[in-house]
């Protein structure tokens, strides 16, 4: 029979035997992650992986490559136009709008996968999560600062070298628009020039042209105005401000020519890039929506945001060794004496930060200690016939050579057991 293949774009991950281990890391990714949004008390939301199509095609926008040839969308059984979210902050707003909580402040963080049809390539799939965090309800100022502030947390954390925080300010709404204007005035008499993408981009959201990977388009644009022309000092000096106040803890670059995919950007915008990452290079993104909220339909909600792609900051992070002790439960008396069991589960309940890996199967002792060694576990405790009868253990180091291997009472297992 012919066998099923998962789809295009959309991985299989699995701990033990996925090479690039991205299980193991965007498990250890998502924990530390939380642990730091945690620090900037920010709250939980978790909002459903299908949206009504409409959402996207408000927020994201009509013209985005996201909702224009991006978006898995389908109609349910009551023919009504549904969405995999293709990403986090829409979904955000529509639950604090539908929740009126759109007259407060909200500091909230998800985590969770998100979909995108797009050509699948190295650091790029249709399936992927992110980590998101939005500030809502506060105008530009201080929500700038403790965004930057997370981003630089998360860098410093994981230790990341060769990456730069690129910003960039889009001004008003008014300002956005203006820049756009010069800039379609400017682009018209290359329009010969310009490959289909770039022409498509023109028509439709003019200031991707400057996302362009076309080199022609690039060397066009050198001489095209640039963004700072039409943004207000105070922009400027918000720029300066983040860049001189960070400066000694990240990379932080002003980068007039940076635009986001999103039509729901106003202000200040910013992205993490790697040098280490290839093509994809952007692991992180976001910026100021300050009208998304009146646009879905809510209050005037000033707010900020961003996302990390998971896979894409995994590729950055080596998994260390493990932090925490790894133990080996090995017992040889038939398959897994109900007794010594017993005495597996007392022990998890003594040290919360060990690991213990019960072998469950019914191999010899050998081929046990083996997959322990393999699993790089620190100790074995061994338990056989003879150990049950007598109320013992045995002690294997499996790291250490200088450690002797022992036999212990079950009382003093106990004991070594707290204190490693
Ligand atoms: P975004 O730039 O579209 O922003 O996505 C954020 C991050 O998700 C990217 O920097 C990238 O690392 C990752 N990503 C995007 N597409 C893919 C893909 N196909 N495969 C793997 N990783 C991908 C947003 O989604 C905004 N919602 C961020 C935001 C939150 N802005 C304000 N609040």
Redesign the pocket.
Known sequence: MDKIKSLT?MLDLYDDGDKTNLAAKLFYLEKKIRDIFLGYKLNEIRTPILEDTNLFIRS?GGASD?VNK?IYSFNDRNDKGIALR?????S?IRAIIEKKLDQTNHKLWYMGP?W?Y?R?QK????????A???ILGIPEGMPEFEMISIVCSIISEFKLQNCTIKINHLGTQKNKESFCNALVKFLEPFKESLDEKDLQRLKKNPLRVLDTKNNETQNILREAPSIKEFIDSSAINLLNSIQNNFSDICNIEIDYSLV???D??SGFVF??VSSELGA?D????????DQLCVKLGGKDLP???????????AELIELKDNLVKLVSFLSVTGNLEPKAYKIAHQLRSLNEDIILDVHLSDSSLKAKLRKANKNNADYAIIIGDEELKNNTAVIKPLKNELEEQLTVSIDDLYSFFKSI
């Open positions: 774009g994201v996201i991006e293709p990403e986090g902050t829409a955000v998100m995108r797009e699948p650091g790029r799939y249709r399936q992927f999560n992110q998101g965090v939005e986001r995919g999103l729901y950007y992205e993490a994809q952007s692991f992180l993104g976001g910026g100021r929506y707010s900020i945001g961003m996302a990390i792609g998971l896979e894409r900051f």
